[in-house]
């Protein structure tokens, strides 16, 4: 098993020291433009409003990475420190064969920001095929990609069928690549439950309200058994195409959904299993990975 300390960031992660929100706002006017300036000079951040959220992620990439990013509207604004956390978590998992070899990976449901891949392959130059489903999506994560100059890494392509994960993809597409990982945040709710975006993913006698604003749509968000659901068809197609990748990974939105998983996983007799948490602050997620063959 993988885990990272307890309650900490990934020690790899540039976010574990807080950035420096004055700082960030002076350099940055649109940032600036949502940021609240107290009496003492100090500069804060509403993480509760959208378009703070927005700004405050488009800085963090643009300061750190370099990475010129854009978000369709409505849709998903994803924070920084997680996405960081599971690249570093792969980063792990992949061990000697990243320093050997060329990394390829999946991205599966990049979004509109495709930023899994975005941060793959600035980062580590791995080469990146993003699978996304919503044609809104699909056009903004593709400017995103033009706009940072990586089209010669990251492939985004559009997945027609929604019930498909790679399938598709590997039927049609004249590509004989193989894969080292996949990586997943599949959508969390569960379409066909009475009230599919009201579900809450923690226990509140437990751990605290977030404190952070929700965004995405619901199509973005739910489908049909919510993300148990979405992460057995990865694991019943990657017994297909085990072949072509190494390394298959998901996020889970819910800790109860550890077990199921790794239920789904022991019926199969899938044995190299790993599992870790992404802590963030207030926000913990968890993830899992699977390969029919030793793990590096
Ligand atoms: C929870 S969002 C994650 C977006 C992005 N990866 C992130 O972490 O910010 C899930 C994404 O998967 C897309 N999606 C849903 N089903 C899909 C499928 N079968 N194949 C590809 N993309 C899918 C949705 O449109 C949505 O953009």
Redesign the pocket.
Known sequence: MVRSKKNQMHPRNVLRSPPDYTKLAIKYKDFRNVCSLELTGKVTVNFRQERTLRELTKVLLKEYFQLDVDFAPGS?V?TLAL?LNYILWLEDLLGARKVNSKVRGI?????S?C??SLLAAKKNKWEMLA????PQ?IEYARENVKRNQLDGLIQVYA?PD????FKTYFDTAIDEQDYCFCLC????FDSNSANPMGGASRNPERRPAPNNART?SA???S?AGGEVQFVQCIIEESEIYKERISIFTSMLGVKANVPKILVILKERGIEHVATTEFHQGHTTRWAIAWSYQQFA
Not at 107 to 111: K, S
Not at 162 to 165: F, R, S, V
Not at 185 to 188: D, V, Y
């Open positions: 998903l994803p996405r991205d599966i449901g990049c979004g920001s930023i899994y699978l996304e489903s919503k999506n997945q929604k019930t498909d994960i945040n599949p959508p969390f995405g199509e973005e968000l489908c």
